[in-house]
């Protein structure tokens, strides 16, 4: 796939566990959309490609590294500003998705591993996220 212009992407880190929980976390305060439960998601740096992208909001976010996969959808930010481009990603290694994380305050409140189908009903959320996760259900 193309990459999009920086100042129209975002990506989405869709994070999931061996046990098929998927992370999700709640937007520091201070940030536009703050409260809301979400996952980690974050904007291209100068030439920077997006799955790297991934790698390093999830790392800054949360302290976690992981293996990015491919994209899984796409759909607009809550404001329409940005097109937000979902990626599979696993723990790496495995046993790092059961340890602590290491929030980064300024931009994370809290974060917890939840099925798909906990993760659909959360509240507050963005529309994307609630859709996306309803339509997974606990199958995946």
Not at 17 to 22: K, L, M, S, T, V
Not at 43 to 59: C, H, I, M, W
Not at 100 to 124: F, G, H, I, N, Y
Request: proline share 8%; aromatic share 8%.
């Amino acid at each position: 796939m193309p990459q999009d212009s920086a100042s129209a992407v975002a990506i989405c880190a869709l994070i999931r566990r061996e046990d098929g929980r998927y992370l999700l976390i709640q937007r520091a305060p201070n940030l536009a959309g703050g409260g809301f439960w979400c996952p980690i998601t974050g904007r291209p740096e100068d030439g920077e490609q997006l799955k790297q992208t991934v790698v390093r909001e999830v790392q800054e976010e949360v302290g976690m590294h992981v293996t990015v996969g491919p994209e899984v959808f796409k759909c607009p930010t809550s404001d329409g500003r940005f097109t937000l481009r979902w990626f599979k990603c696993t723990p790496n290694p495995p046993s790092v998705g059961f340890e602590p994380l290491k929030l980064r305050r300024q931009e994370v409140s809290d974060a917890r591993w939840m099925t798909a189908k906990e993760a659909s009903l959360l509240d507050p959320t963005f529309e994307s996220t609630a859709a996306f996760f309803s339509q997974l259900g606990d199958t995946e």
